[in-house]
């Protein structure tokens, strides 16, 4: 059974750092796609930034130059240092991994981690 379990989430000031991670368990491949979305209050869940096997990334406009994604194969574990955090970055994150097998994929889904930007 795979389990993706996401952790390092907290309360931050403006201009503050943070680095999440995710550790998955119970698989032998790698996943082609992992990354992270978040989910605001209030709001639809939405894409932060994504990593391939190959390292090719892809972030959001609101966190380009701030976040950084980058994966350890070895570990198949997926990390996200958060850099200037913003009130707005204020929200639930969710590690994601994708197997893609031909026309078919399957997503995994960690459980959240609150990050909270705040004075």
């Known amino acids: 059974q795979v389990q993706l379990t996401a952790s390092g989430g907290g309360l931050v000031q403006p201009g503050g750092s943070l680095r999440l991670s995710c550790a998955t368990s119970?698989?032998?491949?790698?996943?082609?796609?992992m990354g992270w979305y978040r989910q605001a209050p209030g709001k639809e869940r939405e894409l932060v930034t994504i990593?391939?096997?190959?390292?090719?990334?892809n972030y959001a406009d609101s966190v380009k130059g701030r976040f950084t994604i980058y994966r350890d194969n070895a570990k198949s574990t997926v990390y996200l240092q958060m850099n200037s955090l913003k009130p707005e970055d204020t929200a639930v994150y969710y590690c994601?991994?994708?197997?893609?097998?031909?026309?078919?994929?399957?997503?995994?889904w960690g459980q959240g981690t609150q990050v909270t930007v705040s004075s």
């Open positions: 994601n991994a994708v197997v893609i097998r031909g026309i078919t994929s399957i997503n995994y």
């Open positions: 119970g698989i032998t491949f790698n996943f082609n796609v």
């Open positions: 990593v391939t096997n190959s390292g090719s990334t």
